[in-house]
Nanobody, 123 residues
């Protein structure tokens, strides 16, 4: 069982930057593909970015060039650096994990989910 805890959400002005983090329990973090998803009010949860155990990354078109996903296996943490934030980036951001699997944009591919962290973007 893996527990994921997100942190770092908050209020930021449009055009600004924010970094959210997700820390996992357990001793096999390096074997997990990690993903970030987000869900805005009234919308479905959508894929943002993922990073594989080998550090290959994949991004949604809407965030490509603005967001960067990275991982620190020594500290069981995955990060999402968000730059040039737009109003439409406001959402609850969730991290997700799946062991021994490739990076995936599919919601159903992930077994473990965090509780989410709120990102609010103001104009």
């Amino acid at each position: 069982q893996v527990q994921l805890v997100e942190s770092g959400g908050g209020l930021v002005q449009a055009g600004g930057s924010l970094r959210v983090s997700c820390t996992a329990s357990g001793r096999t973090f390096s074997s997990y593909a990690m993903g970030w998803f987000r869900q805005a009010p009234g919308k479905e949860r959508e894929f943002v970015a993922c990073i594989s155990w080998s550090r290959s990354t994949y991004y949604a078109d809407s965030v490509k060039g603005r967001f960067t996903i990275s991982r620190d296996n020594a500290n069981n943490t995955v990060y999402l650096q968000m730059n040039s934030l737009k109003l439409e980036d406001a959402a609850v951001y969730y991290c997700a994990a799946v062991q021994y699997s490739a990076c995936s944009s599919g919601f159903s591919s992930y077994r473990y989910w965090g509780q989410g962290t709120q990102v609010t973007v103001s104009s």
